[in-house]
């Protein structure tokens, strides 16, 4: 499975699929719910895709009924939850501030602890 540059926005992408693995997003949703505009949401989701993480399904409604075109929906792939659960973890050990031999956080120097 091709891999996934893990950007902060990727991952904040990622995060909203795996609060709930088994639910379908949409695009207007997913923009609303990161505060990214299209722009910048679509090419993540283009990639997640292309990699495999994501699935794209078309909603089954009736568009006159709904009085809508049917959306295009997005879930996390199994292979996708397992890559995003750990490419999460990994980003946060990365991201995890370090620790000194004492077992304090490292200070600025001249800075009092």
């Known amino acids: 499975m091709p891999s996934v540059r893990m950007t902060v926005a990727v991952a904040t992408v990622l995060r909203v ?56 929906m997005y879930r996390l792939s199994p292979e996708g939850i397992e890559s995003a659960r750990l490419e999460l973890a990994a980003l946060s050990e990365r991201l995890r501030p370090p620790v000194d031999a004492g077992g304090g956080l490292l200070r600025p120097q001249g800075e009092p602890s």
């Open 17 to 72: 699929f795996l609060e709930d693995v088994g639910r379908s997003r949409y695009g207007y949703e997913l923009m609303r719910v990161t505060g990214f505009p299209s722009g910048k949401l679509y090419p993540i989701v283009a990639r997640l895709q292309a990699a495999g993480w994501l699935v794209k399904e078309q909603e089954d409604i009736d568009p006159s009924v709904a009085g809508r075109p049917a959306r295009r």
